[in-house]
Nanobody, 126 residues
């Protein structure tokens, strides 16, 4: 059974930092591109970042470029998202997700991911 389990969310003041983690199991993690997708209250999913299977190539949404860093440790089957200089508009439920092979890597469409975690909540507020 495939499982993606996120952790690391919380409440932080604007300008603060958080590090999200996602532990994967039930599939060969090192073979797959992985993504972070977020959903703010009352809004649809928004793709945030992705990393190729070997960790060498990363992608970011314009809204987080320069502030967030995606990484992975294939030996630990773990995906990370380091979030710095957080803003109120970063408040959302953050999901770790595995995109279906062949889809556009920046997709925000739920049905273009074959597995999602349960999400970890990030709240940025003073």
């Amino acid at each position: 059974e495939v499982q993606l389990v996120e952790s690391g969310g919380g409440m932080v003041q604007p300008g603060g930092s958080l590090r999200l983690s996602c532990v994967a199991s039930g599939f060969t993690f090192s073979l797959y591109t992985m993504s972070w997708v977020r959903q703010a209250p009352g809004k649809g999913p928004e793709w945030v970042s992705a990393v190729r299977s070997d960790g060498a190539t990363t992608y970011y949404a314009d809204s987080v470029e320069g502030r967030f860093t995606i990484s992975r440790d294939n030996a630990k089957n773990t995906l990370y998202l380091q979030m710095n200089s957080l803003k109120a508009e970063d408040t959302a439920l953050y999901y770790c997700a595995r995109p279906r092979p062949g889809v556009q890597i920046t997709t925000s469409k739920k049905d273009e991911y074959d597995y999602w975690g349960q999400g970890t909540r990030v709240t940025v507020s003073s």
